[in-house]
C-alpha cells in the first residue's frame, strides 16, 4: 500500500483530494472554491492510498513507515504532507 495524494474527509463523508505536491490547505481551498464552506469541525485531514482508500494522519503514518515511503523522521506520529514531498 502507497500513500499517494493528500485528502480530506468531510462530515458528510465526502473525499477530497490532490496529487503531489499539494498539501491539505491547497484541499481545504478546493473545498472552499466547490462549496463555499471552510473546513469545519469533524472534517479529517489524511491521506489517499494508490487504490483510493482514504486513511487518517495516523495510519497513514503507519503504512509509510511500514513500506519505507517515508524519507528521514517525521516531526510527529501522525503524517503530514511535509513528510513526503
Aim: proline share 5%; hydrophobic share 35%.
Amino acid at each position: 500500500m502507497r500513500i499517494i495524494a493528500a485528502a480530506i474527509r468531510t462530515v458528510e463523508d465526502k473525499i477530497y483530494s490532490l496529487p503531489p505536491p499539494n498539501r491539505h490547505c491547497n484541499v481545504a481551498a478546493k473545498i472552499y472554491v466547490e462549496t463555499r464552506q471552510a473546513l469545519r469541525n469533524g472534517d479529517e485531514k489524511g491521506f489517499l492510498t494508490k487504490c483510493g482508500r482514504f486513511l487518517t494522519r495516523k495510519q497513514a503514518y503507519a503504512v509509510v513507515k511500514a513500506n519505507g515511503q517515508l524519507e528521514g523522521e517525521p516531526r510527529h506520529r501522525i503524517l503530514t504532507t511535509e513528510d513526503l514531498w
